[in-house]
């Protein structure tokens, strides 16, 4: 019921290439934002966080390498999976992408079928909510298809704002969330809604995990946010 689509940020210099990459993804479903290079790609993803981010090595003023170097060396983008797309072959050169921190390196001229397969692959182990899978987390499994949580072997009843901020807690485990990402994340940038609201949800959800006994798992980071786990 909550399934929302992925967000996949092409990066590439060419722009041929930019938008043949941006139709296939679009037309297999994904959401896509475009950068032209590695500046304007640091821009959109301050923006927008994206899901996966399928980039070019080479580029002008910023290459694929050094951006892909700078997310992973900062706490708050380094879970984003990061496929390179190079024209360079050789081993070497592989292992160097992928010793700076990206999750899969592809090969140019490259299958539009077998890229399509590994940014799947990469969304599965990264939010595998987006595509109708279920997510685990110690005791707990959320279903996104029959929009239903189990804790251990018994059913919690959550409301639609609970089911949406435990999905984004458990998409991403340990990461501390401000009160103003989840502001954004669950009820819309378009929409007021007081901070204090998100504390009385939380409120709601910790007792709905807890109702059977169950231990809390939800953190509070005193002066930024929460946490699971």
């Known amino acids: 019921m909550f399934k929302e689509q992925p967000r996949v940020l092409v990066v590439e210099d060419e722009p041929a290439q930019l938008e043949v990459l941006a139709y296939n993804l679009e037309s297999e479903g994904f959401l896509v934002s475009r950068a032209r290079d590695g500046e304007e790609a640091i821009l959109v993803i301050g923006e927008d966080v ?3 981010i399928v980039m070019d090595w080479m580029m002008p003023h910023l290459s694929g390498i050094e951006v ?13 999976p990061v496929i390179i797309l190079s024209a ?5 050169d592989k292992v160097r992408g992928l010793e700076i921190g990206a999750d899969d390196y592809v090969v ?4 539009v079928v077998e890229l399509m397969a590994r940014v799947r692959t990469q969304l599965r182990r990264s ?3 987006s595509l109708g899978e279920k997510i685990e987390f110690e005791d707990l499994i959320l279903n996104l298809e029959t929009y239903k949580v189990t804790r251990g072997e018994i059913d919690l009843k959550l409301g639609p704002t609970e089911f949406k901020l435990l999905k984004t807690f458990m998409e991403k485990p ?5 009160r103003e990402e989840l502001l954004d994340r669950i009820w819309g940038r378009d929409l007021y809604v007081e901070t204090r ?3 009385v949800h939380i409120g709601r959800l910790r007792k709905a995990l807890s109702r059977h006994g169950g231990t809390d798992t939800i ?10 786990g």
């Open 174 to 178: 340990g990461r501390v969330w401000s």
């Open 127 to 129: 939010r595998p909510s």
């Open 50 to 52: 994206p899901d996966v």
């Open 197 to 199: 609201t998100v504390d």
């Open 88 to 92: 360079r072959s050789e081993d070497v």
């Open 68 to 80: 892909c170097r700078r997310l992973k060396s900062n706490p708050e983008t380094r879970s984003i």
């Open 219 to 228: 953190r509070t980071v005193r002066g930024v946010g929460y946490s699971l």
């Open 108 to 111: 140019k001229p490259y299958s």
